[in-house]
């Protein structure tokens, strides 16, 4: 173990430090998930509905329209809303919702007592149970491709950023929606302003229809904001089409976000800290 002078730990140590607390809190989470795998289960087969009702949808308005709507073939909408399933599971996180229960339990101030930021122990443990979430989503996918005939000859560079890219798009999510829950601090009279969020997402994220479907004005306007990276290029990157020009943008614009999410939760942090230490006094 390094000690610095002063006779705190080094940063070599409290990188390993961190890095053992994510691992056993994943870990811990894994066995949590596959104890009640079965509930796991059924909530993903739940979840299968509304990706296959877009799938049926628009492949269905393909076949009307000559075997193809801008590009996209009933095959290739089978590609993208199988993979957007997995997306949109990878995706699930803590929601602002859940503050207002966590402060009127008391169960934030028990947080705040913890050695690490509490933001640490919901990307771990929400990260192991993405784990567990991809194993279960393969019989799935297995299922859906056997019905639909997905189109999907990704290349090896397309699944290298595809794998970063949902654990990109993880964090960008984790980041922004923890950073907008903190605003139930100051009021907790914000469920208006958490569904035009989750609205606003829903059209410009590609959750709802691939961004290449949208118009030009709304593909433009989805470069300013999160969503694009949180669900459309993920997708995107494995079922394509995307150059290798767009995959690095893509993860650039990724490593951006996240950024720009760790910097505000820092700063909207400790006004949020403040403001509930002053109050709880």
Not at 3 to 27: C, D, F, I, Q, W
Not at 113 to 133: N, R, W
């Amino acid at each position: 173990m390094t000690v610095s002078p002063n006779g705190s730990l080094g940063a070599e140590s409290k990188t390993h430090a961190m890095g053992s607390m994510y691992l056993t809190l994943m870990r811990t989470s894994i066995i949590s998930q596959f104890q009640y795998r079965a509930a796991a289960y059924f909530y993903m087969i739940g979840m299968v509905v509304e990706p296959v009702i877009y799938l049926i949808v628009w492949s269905t308005i393909a076949r009307s329209h000559g075997g193809e709507v801008a590009g996209f073939t009933p095959g290739t909408f089978a590609a993208y809303y199988i993979v957007w399933m997995l997306v949109r599971n990878v995706n699930i996180v803590f929601t602002p919702f859940g503050w207002e229960w966590r402060i009127k339990e008391g169960n934030f101030a028990s947080q705040l007592l913890k050695p690490v930021h509490p933001i640490h122990y919901d990307l771990a443990e929400f990260a192991g149970g993405k784990l567990v979430v991809i194993i279960l989503w393969l019989p799935i996918a297995l299922a859906l491709s056997l019905i639909f005939h997905p189109s999907l000859h990704p290349s090896l560079l397309q699944c290298g950023v595809f794998f970063l890219a949902i654990w990109g798009a993880y964090l960008i999510r984790s980041l922004v929606l923890w950073a907008l829950g903190l605003i139930t601090f100051w009021t907790t009279r914000v469920s208006a302003l958490y569904e035009a969020y989750f609205l606003a997402e829903l059209l410009l994220s590609g959750r709802l229809v691939p961004m290449q479907l949208m118009p030009r004005w709304a593909q433009t306007l989805s470069w300013a904001f999160p969503f694009r990276w949180t669900f459309a290029f993920p997708i995107t990157a494995l079922t394509g089409p995307i150059s290798e020009r767009e995959l690095l943008e893509g993860l650039a614009m990724q490593a951006l976000w996240i950024g720009v999410g760790t910097i505000v939760v820092m700063l909207v942090w400790r006004r949020a800290v403040a403001r509930f230490s002053s109050v709880g006094g």
